[in-house]
C-alpha cells in the first residue's frame, strides 16, 4: 500500500509539471519561499530493507538541489533571517533544516553547506545523542534483519513474527514501527526494545556531544532543539510535553553555553502536533517551531511563527523536477487546497 502511495503521489508531482499546472499556480501558492528539511545525508544508507529510505538523500542530490535553487533565484538565509523576512519584503528565501543530528550531517552535509556558503540549523534531541533513547525507526529494522523471527515481549504482545525472507523482514519491520508509534507509550517504548535485544543490533547514527559542539561553533551552524527524547508530545500530557520541551532547551544551553531559540516537533505530523503543542512551544519561549507539515512559507505565517510547515528533502523524491514542482507550492492540494499551511 505504501509504494503504491509513493507511486500515485510522484505521478502527481510530476503531470502537474509536465502539464504546466504547477507552474501557473506558482504566483498563488510559492509564497515567499521555504523551508527545507533534510535528516540524514550520506552517500551509504545505513539500512538495507529501505523502510526508512524516506529520510536520507545523497550529499550529490543535496549539492544539486542548492545549486539548481540559487539558479532559480532563491536566497538561502537562517531561520532567524526567515524570521524577519515574513515580516519583510524579500522574496524566494529559503532556509535548509536537518533533524536529530545525524552524524553525516556533520562529515558528509557539512562539506556541501560550506561549498556553497549556506546556513543550516540542526535539531538536536538530547536523549538520541546520550543514548538513553534509541531511533526506534531504525532499531526495528536492524531486529529485522538480525533475526529469522523475532519475539515480542509480553507487554507488547507476546507475539512471534515471522522473519526469513527479504519480504518477512520488511513487514516484521513495518509490523514493528506502527506497534512503536500506536500500541506502545511513549516513555516505555524504550524498555520494550531492550526486552527485544535492540541495543545489540544498533550502534548510534548521531554525533557525539564534542561534535556538536564543534559545529555548534560553526558561523554557518545554527542548534536547535527537538524535545529530550524525540517523543510525541501529542502523547504526553501537558507537563510532561513542556518538560520535554524546556528540557531539551536546557541540557543544550547548558552544553553549548546559549539557549536554542527554534524548535523541530518530532514527527511533525498531524497526530503529533496540534494547537496544544504550538502553544507548549510558544509558552516555552521558541522564536519558531517547524512541523512536518508540507507546504511554502508566507508572510500570513508572521501570525504562525510556531506552526511553520516545511518541504521535505525525501529520499524515495531525489529527483530536481519533484523539488522545483513542490517549491511551487503546488503540495497546497495535498492539505485540502490550503495556500497557507499551518496546523
Known amino acids: 500500500m505504501t509504494d503504491v502511495r509513493e507511486r500515485v503521489r510522484k505521478f502527481v508531482l510530476s503531470a502537474s509539471r509536465w502539464t504546466g499546472v504547477a507552474r501557473f499556480a506558482s504566483p498563488y501558492l510559492a509564497g515567499i519561499g521555504a ?8 552517500v551509504r544508507p545505513r539500512r538495507a530493507l529501505g523502510v526508512n529510505a524516506h529520510l536520507s538523500i545523497t550529499p550529490d542530490f543535496l549539492d544539486r538541489a542548492i545549486a539548481d535553487m540559487k539558479r532559480a533565484g532563491y536566497t538561502f538565509v537562517s531561520l532567524d533571517e526567515l524570521a524577519e523576512a515574513m515580516a519583510g519584503k524579500r522574496r524566494s528565501v529559503a532556509a535548509i533544516t536537518l533533524d536529530d543530528a545525524y552524524l553525516d550531517n556533520y562529515v558528509e552535509a557539512l562539506p556541501v553547506f560550506e561549498s556553497h556558503g549556506v546556513p543550516f540549523t540542526i535539531f538536536v534531541a538530547p536523549g538520541l545523542i546520550d543514548g538513553a533513547v534509541q531511533p526506534w525507526w531504525e532499531v ?15 507487554s507488547a504482545g507476546g507475539t512471534d513474527l515471522a522473519s526469513r525472507s527479504r519480504a518477512e ?3 516484521a519491520a513495518r509490523q514493528l514501527m506502527t506497534l512503536m508509534t500506536t500500541d506502545i507509550s511513549e516513555a516505555g517504548r524504550q524498555a520494550v526494545l531492550d526486552e527485544m535485544g535492540g541495543r545489540a543490533v544498533a550502534t548510534s547514527p548521531f554525533m557525539s556531544w564534542d561534535q556538536i559542539e564543534e559545529i555548534d561553533r560553526h558561523p554557518l551552524c545554527t542548534i536547535g532543539a527537538h524535545t529530550i527524547h524525540h517523543y510525541n508530545l501529542a502523547r504526553l500530557d501537558n507537563d510532561v510535553a513542556l518538560a ?4 531539551s532547551a536546557d541540557i543544550l544551553e547548558k552544553r553549548l553555553g546559549h539557549r536554542p531559540v527554534h524548535f523541530a516537533y518530532p514527527y511533525g505530523y498531524a497526530a503529533a502536533v496540534g494547537a496544544r503543542e504550538v502553544r507548549l512551544a510558544e509558552q516555552a519561549g521558541f522564536r519558531t517551531a517547524v512541523t512536518t507539515r508540507h507546504g511554502t512559507i508566507h508572510r500570513e505565517h508572521r501570525d504562525h511563527f510556531h506552526a511553520l510547515p516545511r518541504i521535505s528533502l525525501n529520499g524515495n523524491y531525489q529527483g530536481i523536477g519533484h523539488l522545483r514542482t513542490m517549491l511551487t507550492g503546488f503540495s497546497a492540494f495535498a ?3 490550503r495556500r497557507v499551511v499551518t496546523l
Request: hydrophobic fraction near 45%; glycine fraction near 6%; charge should be negative.
Open 35 to 42: 523551508i527545507l528539511m533534510l535528516h540524514s545525508v550520506t
Open 169 to 171: 523482514k520488511h513487514a
Open 335 to 337: 492539505n485540502s487546497g
Open 140 to 154: 526495528v529494522e536492524e531486529l529485522a534483519l538480525a533475526h529469522d523471527r523475532i519475539t515480542l515481549p509480553q
Open 244 to 247: 520535554e520541551m524546556l528540557g
